[in-house]
């Protein structure tokens, strides 16, 4: 099991910035790389993804222009940048590796193989 660890999660006011990190032991077979998000009560939702074999990346609506995926491949880790943070943002945030993804696939939970425990985002209006 390729174990996925999350940080870099915290509070902010609304209209910050926070930058998630996701570090894993080891990529092998896991091309798509994505983060999800989950308040209480609600379904874990899509974020954003990468697939990297070619770099190409998925956004939800509701952050796109705001979120940015990217990975460091020397350093085995994924990030989430966030800025323009808003209440509604404000969820518990997991990373997840699979082997592959597509714009018609990404947001599948299904998809994914691993998963991190999730860090916690607070946004303060």
């Known amino acids: 099991q390729v174990p996925l660890v999350e940080s870099g999660g915290g509070s902010v006011q609304a209209g910050g910035s926070l930058r998630l990190s996701c570090a894993t032991s080891?990529?092998?077979?896991?091309?798509?790389l994505g983060w999800f998000r989950q308040v209480p009560g609600k379904e874990r939702e899509g974020v954003a993804a990468?697939?990297?074999?070619?770099?190409?990346?998925y956004y939800a609506d509701t952050v796109k222009g705001r979120f940015t995926i990217s990975q460091d491949n020397a350093k085995n880790t994924l990030y989430l940048q966030m800025n323009s943070l808003a209440p509604e943002d404000a969820a518990m945030y997991y990373c997840?590796?699979?082997?592959?993804?597509?714009?018609?696939?990404?947001?599948?939970?299904?998809?994914?193989?691993?998963w991190g425990q999730g860090t916690q985002v607070t946004v303060s209006s």
């Open positions: 997840a590796a699979g082997a592959f993804c597509s714009s018609g696939s990404w947001r599948l939970i299904s998809r994914y193989n691993y």
């Open positions: 080891a990529y092998t077979y896991s091309y798509c």
């Open positions: 990468i697939y990297t074999p070619n770099d190409i990346t």
